[in-house]
């Protein structure tokens, strides 16, 4: 028993690293990507890299101003026809405007391995609802609205957009505690309103 006791220790620290590893928050841009294109997928809506970029820009405004902390680990940068997650335009811009079709192998690789939480699942289930109902030039005109993180980034000549402004911008979508009707609202010109009641 004695002899088993430091590889029952060693087991316990590997444990606990993989699930560092795997089970880490913020989540890798590729890997959200990855979910949230196989989740469209299944759901027989089509994602350009346009949209996607769009819709990841959502999910982790919603979550950032939710939870405190940002859903994606890359940084979101402030490009002249808005906010751009860097890695995920280059992955698919061989696409153009058109939909994509590959899921990134970082998403295929570790898929079985990590275990999305509800407010995860939360903010993608919200963001596929918001494909379904805009396009992306409908999300491209309303990350570039006044006083949004991606204009507000712009006016100040940063190339990327601060987490602090993009919490202070989501956090208006949020629920307030004494409201009955529990939604998330994105207004748009074009779609005055989008909710949700799960978040």
Known sequence: MVIL?????????FTYIYRLKFNKMPYSSLYMSGEILTRAKEQGEGISNMKL?????IANGLYLAKNGTPLIEEPIKAWTYGPVIENVYHEYKQY???NITKIPWEYQLNNSKI?????????????????KKLSAIQLSN???????????AKLQ????????DIKDFF?????????????????????PEITNSTL
Do not use: M, R
């Open 5 to 13: 006791v430091p590889f029952i220790i060693i087991f316990i620290i």
């Open 96 to 98: 153009g405007n058109e």
């Open 53 to 57: 970029q769009k819709l990841l820009y």
């Open 171 to 191: 956090v208006q979508f949020l629920p307030k505690e004494n409201i009955a009707d529990d939604t998330i609202s994105i207004d748009t010109p074009d779609n």
């Open 115 to 131: 275990k999305l939480d509800n407010n995860v699942n939360e903010v993608v289930d919200f963001v596929l609802e918001v494909a």
């Open 157 to 164: 000549g940063n190339t990327i957009i601060s987490e602090k």
């Open 142 to 152: 309303w990350t570039h609205a006044e006083k949004s993180p991606w204009s507000k």
